[in-house]
C-alpha cells in the first residue's frame, strides 16, 4: 500500500473529517477525498460511512487505523531513539505516574531537573491507568506495582506505606486518638476504597471502616485527601513519602498501616540508551537517595 494515502487515512480517521484532515496536512478537501477513494478502490473496500456530521470508520477501516495507529508509534519510538544516539538531553519527555504520586512527590522536585537541563520538555501524564510503554503511549513510567508488560527495563525504587496523618493544631484542638476505635469521635479523609488505587491502600481503608466512624470525606485522589488534612478537615490516609515535604503533618496512631507499596520506574528497552530517559531516571534516583537519608536521619534523631 502507498504510504501517502495511508498517511492521508489515518489522518481523516484521527480527524473524522476530510476538511480538518487537509488543514492539517496542508491539502484540499477535494486532494484528501481523491486519495482515501484512491486507497478504498486499491483495498477493494469502504473504509468510511460518510454522512452529514462526518465520517465514521466502517469495521475494515477500524482494522487498518489500528495498523496505521501502531505504525506510527513505532515510526516515534524510531526516530526518537536516532535522535537519542545523537542529542543532547533536550525535547520531549512524556512520563506517566499516578495522580498522587505525580502532584505530591514528582511535581515539586521538577525544578532540580529543569535547572540542570533547561531545553528538556516534559509532558506529564498523571492517571490510574496503566499506559503502553511499548507502544509508546509514554516514554517512562514510575508505578506503584511492578510493571507486568514484556520489553521494559525497570528498576524498584523505594516502597510507601499508607499511613494516618493530621496537622499539629488538629490534634491540640481535637486529642490524638490512642487506639482505632478512637477513630469513631474524629472525621477520617480518605480515598474511596471502590475507587481506583493501590490494593494495599483500599484494604487499610476497608479496615478503618469497621470502627464505625461517623464522619468522613472521600476524594478521589490523594492531592485532596491532603488538602483536607491541611486545612484540619480531619485524620487522613495519605502515603508516608509527603511527611519529609509537609513538616505540619503529624503520624497518627503509628501502629497503623499499610502493606508495602513498591514503587518502580520503567521504560522501554528500545529507550535504554535515551538520553532523556537517563537524565530522568538519574534524577529520580537522586531524590530517592535524598529522600532515604532524611527519613533515616529523622529516625535516628
Known amino acids: 500500500m502507498d504510504w501517502d494515502k495511508l498517511r492521508i487515512f489515518h489522518a481523516v480517521a484521527d480527524a473524522g473529517s476530510l476538511t480538518h484532515a487537509g488543514d492539517q496536512l496542508h491539502l484540499s478537501q477535494s486532494a484528501v477525498s481523491r486519495q482515501v477513494r484512491a486507497l478504498e478502490e486499491s483495498l477493494n ?32 519510538a524510531a526516530t526518537a531513539r536516532i535522535r537519542d544516539s545523537e542529542e543532547e538531553v533536550f525535547g520531549e519527555l512524556r512520563v506517566t505516574t499516578t495522580t498522587g504520586f505525580g502532584t505530591l512527590w514528582l511535581a515539586p522536585r521538577l525544578p532540580k531537573l529543569y535547572a540542570k537541563y533547561p531545553d ?3 509532558d506529564l501524564m498523571l492517571e490510574e491507568r496503566v ?20 520489553d521494559l ?3 524498584r525504587l523505594m516502597s510507601v506505606h499508607m499511613c494516618l496523618y493530621a496537622t499539629h493544631s488538629y490534634v491540640a484542638l481535637h486529642g ?5 476505635e478512637d477513630l469513631q469521635a474524629h472525621r477520617v479523609i480518605c480515598q474511596n476504597p471502590r475507587s481506583t488505587q493501590v490494593g494495599a491502600a483500599a484494604t487499610l481503608v476497608n479496615e ?47 501502629e497503623v498501616f499499610s502493606n508495602e507499596v513498591p514503587v518502580f520506574l520503567a ?19 537522586d531524590e530517592i537517595i535524598a529522600y532515604r537519608k532524611t527519613m533515616k536521619e529523622r529516625a535516628l534523631g
Open 45 to 76: 473496500a469502504t473504509l468510511f460511512h460518510r454522512h452529514a456530521r462526518g465520517l465514521i470508520l466502517t469495521e475494515q477501516g477500524e482494522l487498518l487505523f489500528d495498523a496505521t495507529r501502531a505504525m506510527l508509534k513505532r515510526l516515534d
Open 120 to 122: 528538556l520538555k516534559i
Open 131 to 150: 499506559l503502553d510503554l511499548p507502544m509508546r503511549e509514554a516514554d517512562v513510567a514510575i508505578r506503584m506495582k511492578e510493571p507486568s508488560q514484556a
Open 153 to 155: 527495563i525497570r528498576k
Open 176 to 180: 490524638n486518638p490512642e487506639a482505632p
Open 208 to 254: 478503618l471502616m469497621t470502627n464505625d466512624i461517623s464522619s468522613l470525606l472521600t476524594v478521589n485522589n490523594y492531592f485532596g485527601v491532603l488538602q483536607g488534612v491541611l486545612h484540619d478537615l480531619g485524620i487522613g490516609v495519605l502515603p508516608d513519602y509527603l511527611i519529609r515535604d509537609f513538616p505540619q503533618l503529624v503520624r497518627v496512631l503509628p
Open 267 to 285: 521504560y522501554p528497552e528500545e529507550l535504554r540508551h535515551s538520553k532523556r530517559i537517563s537524565a530522568f531516571r538519574d534524577f529520580v534516583q
